[in-house]
């Protein structure tokens, strides 16, 4: 049974017209993060939730916003999407920040830009 | 020079073969550490944790020297279905996560 949920798992949208991510996740986990992932390249983390606690890496560009209204759900929004921003998206949990869990991630999106 | 640095890759081999990976990582505060495996275009999956004793699972062996800040990971008796790309991750301190950038592996007939 999934239970780091990304939908959709491929997205496409305008150069510029704002589109919003969402993970879903069953295991009660209390850090959820967002990373980045171009071909070839590491996953890149954007920015993580600590319970209601944001944490945003210091590279990560204001275009790229999140909110957790809860435990199970956050979103990531791209505010004005450029051809740069086409990636794979994966959204991860883990169950506590102190104890160095590892990361369970959800199938990530797959961002087109047109 | 980045975090967590792994072998560039790709190591093709035939099946049956025994194959090692190596990582390094530049935070000697580091506190966990991680193989994963990720599928193209598939989420990453932890393949195993690694442990200072060493451990083993099946026929992949992880090793960690903390002294020199080098993690490594062997695979025995390769697979068809081992083909994939396994990704170094290092956690510091807070679950602060570092991926390597991965090194690919063909394992071919």
């Known amino acids: 049974d999934a239970m780091v949920i990304q939908n959709p798992r491929y997205q496409v949208t305008q150069f510029g017209k704002p589109v919003t991510l969402s993970c879903s996740q069953t295991l009660n986990h209390n850090v959820m993060y967002w990373y980045q992932q171009k071909s070839s390249q590491a996953p890149k983390l954007l920015f993580h939730?600590?319970?209601?606690?944001?944490?945003n890496e210091a590279d990560t560009p204001d275009n790229f916003q999140s909110r957790r209204p809860n435990t199970s759900f956050c979103f990531l929004d791209i505010r004005s999407p450029g051809l740069g921003d086409a990636a794979m998206y994966l959204c991860?949990?883990?169950?506590?920040?102190?104890?160095?869990?590892?990361?369970?991630f959800g199938d990530g999106t797959r961002l087109s830009i047109l | 020079r980045k975090e967590v640095e792994q072998d560039p890759g790709p190591f093709n081999v035939p099946e049956g073969a025994t194959v090692a990976f190596n990582c390094t990582y530049s935070n000697s505060a580091s506190q966990s550490f991680f193989w994963y495996r990720q599928d193209c275009r598939k989420e990453p999956k932890l393949l195993m944790s690694v442990y200072s004793s060493g451990n083993e699972d099946g026929r992949f062996t992880a090793q960690l020297n903390r002294a020199s800040q080098y993690i490594s990971l062997l695979i025995r008796d390769s697979k068809l279905s081992d083909s994939a790309t396994y990704l170094c991750?290092?956690?510091?301190?807070?679950?602060?996560?570092?991926f390597g950038a991965g090194t690919r592996l063909t394992v071919k007939p």
């Open positions: 939730y600590y319970d209601k606690d944001f944490n």
């Open positions: 991750v290092v956690n510091n301190r807070d679950n602060d996560m570092r």
């Open positions: 991860a949990t883990s169950s506590d920040r102190a104890t160095n869990q590892p990361q369970h």
